[in-house]
């Protein structure tokens, strides 16, 4: 039945894809509206988050599911949803540096979700709903919110992603938790026994200050570009 169809998770996510995609185009094709009904865009984007973090978080505590050492926010995504949660109510402009480019992992989610392809069937509406919001934040804070990305933020966000993975290293260790996926690496596990933590923070944030500094040249190119045709 067409109603069972289109709770298939795989078409759920190619809905969510095709979502991201047409939001992202609506945030640079249509600024008039975007610009009029802002306040309600921020409101809708709290609702939203309030849920997401009530349904992830809230609910299983009064469960004998809730587990200290995995369902707490020690994820990159997860926490970048709690900063922009309270970003979407205060508008503290300080936090844009971190949304615009620690934020913009969430379109990870998008190319990679959680895993392989097949982990499609069991991603959630929290997932979704972070991610999306997520993904399209940084084209907002830069067309509606005036901000202009820096090359001492790319500096500044990968040495804050490098000293929380680094600081939990120990504390996954203390907790027996795997938290900002360090500890369950199984290939860094096999080439690099004992430190495999320890490789993989390493390398991870090494590769997002690539990414990130890709991304502020991309963005500031395709400003200037913008700028020449106005």
């Not at 505590?61 to 709690?82: A, E, G, H, I, K």
């Not at 490098?162 to 500890?183: E, R, V």
Request: proline residues 4%; positive net charge; charged residues 15%.
């Amino acid at each position: 039945m067409i109603y069972f169809d289109f709770l298939n998770p795989y078409l759920i996510y190619m809905f969510f894809v095709l979502l991201t995609a047409l939001t992202i185009y609506t945030i640079f094709y249509k600024r008039e509206f975007i610009a009029k009904h802002k306040k309600t865009i921020f409101l809708i984007a709290t609702i939203l988050l309030l849920w997401s973090q009530f349904a992830r978080y809230f609910g299983i505590m009064f469960t004998t599911d809730f587990d200290v050492t995995r369902n707490l926010p020690f994820y990159m995504c997860r926490l970048s949803s709690l900063v922009l949660l309270y970003y979407v109510i205060t508008k503290d402009k300080r936090l844009e540096p971190f949304l615009f480019f620690w934020g913009a992992t969430g379109i990870a989610g998008i190319i990679y979700p959680n895993g392989p392809i097949a982990n499609v069937a069991n991603l959630t509406e929290t997932f979704y709903i972070d991610h999306f919001l997520l993904t399209i934040t940084p084209f907002f804070l830069i067309v509606y919110q005036g901000y202009k990305p820096r090359f001492s933020d790319v500096l500044k966000i990968t040495g804050l992603m490098a000293f929380i993975l680094y600081s939990f290293i120990p504390i996954n260790h203390w907790m027996g938790a795997d938290y900002f996926y360090l500890s369950d690496q199984s290939i860094f596990a096999i080439l690099f026994p004992g430190q495999s933590s320890f490789i993989f923070a390493t390398v991870h944030y090494v590769i997002a200050g690539f990414f990130f500094s890709l991304y502020y040249i991309f963005v500031k190119v395709s400003d200037e570009k913008a700028v020449q045709y106005l």
